[in-house]
């Protein structure tokens, strides 16, 4: 690959985490946003995570933090920003509308060798990418939040994304130190939410029936489930608990279909009982509302710990 450019257009969270995690691999990066100032704050926000992300043993690639800092070049024209970029990442806010009006407006300014992708969470490829003279050089990257704490991307292609296009998004996500997953077919949700949000419609029902409390549903996850799921996944869960899978299947699938035929299909949330039950066991457990930066912080302190562990293992 000739060209080390990258254009990220958005400077938000995850624009600027991306930003990041390509200067750590020696790309320039061009950032760009619609409002200028974002783009500074972007950039002053860069150096300080740079910073503490050296402090902690977590800096990436093989270039100080100055020198990652120095790639990154925030620009205040969309053109500036895409032009002689090999990949360009839209991550601006979550909404068709916008997305499908940057994309018309980076289409005809880019060459037919680009890939464009998107950090879109929810909204499929097909979606955003239908009717660009570049739709086959079009791809997702949803990222998972904190993007360097846990480096998992999903990618998304549409049905006409090109073969090629998907393995170089992958390779250069692989060689910037992300975990990319190929997601095969669009579907809503993709991968990740879609198992987030089954756990969560469980976990809801759960409270609602009064088996458990909030609080104590939460403990089953980060000190059962979670402390496993950090390193294996339900696949090789049931791999290691039998001799193998057959084995996993003859023993316990009657089992889990019983209990699979107790679990209900979605209830929507609501207000109510339910929730006034989990608003109070989370503000005993992680404070009020008018504190919950302190308890991010010590979220992300301990997401850090937990990649720096992954990391030296
Ligand atoms: P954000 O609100 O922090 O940042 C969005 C940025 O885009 C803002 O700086 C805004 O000024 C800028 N912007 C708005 N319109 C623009 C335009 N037309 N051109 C250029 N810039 C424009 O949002 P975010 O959290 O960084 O999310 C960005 C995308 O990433 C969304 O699609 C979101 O769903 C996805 N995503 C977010 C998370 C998360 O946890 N925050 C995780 C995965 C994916």
Redesign the pocket.
């Known amino acids: 690959q000739g060209r080390r450019k990258v254009g990220i257009?958005?400077?938000?969270?995850?624009?600027?985490s991306f930003a990041m995690i390509f200067a750590s691999g020696g790309y320039k990066v061009t950032l760009?946003?619609?409002?200028p100032d974002?783009v500074s704050k972007?950039k002053a926000d860069i150096q300080t995570q740079l910073g503490s992300l050296e402090r902690e043993g977590l800096l990436r690639g093989s270039l100080s933090v100055q020198q990652q800092f120095d790639l990154i070049t925030g620009v205040t024209d969309?053109a500036t920003c895409v032009k002689d970029a090999f990949f360009v990442l839209e991550?601006?806010?979550?909404r068709l509308d916008?997305?499908r009006?940057?994309w018309s407006q980076v289409d005809p300014l880019v060459t037919d060798d680009v890939i464009l992708s998107?950090?879109?969470?929810?909204?499929l490829p097909s979606a955003i990418s239908e009717g660009l003279r570049h739709k086959d050089r079009f791809v997702i990257c949803?990222?998972?939040?904190p993007?360097f704490y846990a480096p998992l991307v999903e990618v998304v292609p549409s049905q006409w994304t090109r073969a090629d296009v998907v393995q170089t998004t992958m390779e250069l996500l692989r060689e910037v130190g992300q975990v990319p997953v190929l997601v095969k077919k669009e579907v809503a949700g993709f991968v990740l939410n879609r198992l987030q949000f089954a756990i969560m419609g469980e976990a809801w029902r759960l409270v609602r029936d009064g088996v458990i409390s909030a609080g104590d549903l939460d403990k089953v996850m980060s000190s059962g489930l979670g402390t496993r799921y950090a390193f294996i996944g339900p696949w090789e869960t049931a791999y290691l608990n039998a001799e193998g899978m057959d084995s996993y299947v003859e023993r316990y699938a009657d089992m889990i279909f019983d209990i699979q035929k107790h679990q209900e299909s979605a209830e929507k949330m609501a207000l109510g009982p339910t929730l006034d039950a989990i608003k109070t066991d989370m503000e005993a457990v992680a404070g009020p509302i008018s504190d919950l930066q302190t308890r991010r912080q010590w979220r992300d302190n301990r997401l850090a710990a937990l990649a720096k562990l992954k990391v030296e293992m």
């Open positions: 257009i958005g400077s938000g969270l995850i624009g600027r760009f946003d619609l409002e974002q972007a969309l991550c601006v806010p979550e916008i997305k009006s940057v998107s950090s879109t969470s929810a909204l949803h990222p998972t939040n993007p």
